[in-house]
Nanobody, 123 residues
Framework: QVQLVESGGGLVQAGDSLRLSCATS????????MAWFRQAPGKERDFVAGVNSWGALFYGDSVKGRFTISRDNAKNTVYLQMNSLKPEDTAVYYC?????????????????WGQGTQVTGSS
């Protein structure tokens, strides 16, 4: 009933920028948190950034100051602007929706997930 589709991933060099998009469809009415997570090979899925319906923000420590999350509610789309990319940012990036408007960094609190998009930062 809820679909999330990420796009915008790719291969970039260290220091470059990339903008990810997450388009949502289905039952998306009401106030809720949207977030980005990422998972590197052999690692846990880690919180990257989150935003609730009125613009309150969370950022993971590893991306604070480099990444920016935003949302366009009219378009049902969430974005992740990634600047100053590093090889350590290489991961599959996932868009997620929570059935609540309270920000959380826990993946278990999000019940709807996109398929993921690969971001690779080369040196």
């Amino acid at each position: 009933q809820v679909q999330l589709v990420e796009s915008g991933g790719g291969l970039v060099q260290a220091g470059d920028s990339l903008r990810l998009s997450c388009a949502t469809s289905g039952r998306t009415s009401g106030a809720y948190v949207m977030a980005w997570f990422r998972q590197a090979p052999g690692k846990e899925r880690d919180f990257v950034a989150g935003v609730n319906s009125w613009g309150a923000l969370f950022y993971g420590d590893s991306v604070k100051g480099r990444f920016t999350i935003s949302r366009d509610n009219a378009k049902n789309t969430v974005y992740l602007q990634m600047n100053s990319l590093k090889p350590e940012d290489t991961a599959v990036y996932y868009c997620a929706k929570r059935d609540s408007n309270v920000l959380s960094t826990r993946g278990a609190d999000y019940f709807h997930w996109g398929q993921g998009t690969q971001v690779t930062g080369s040196s």
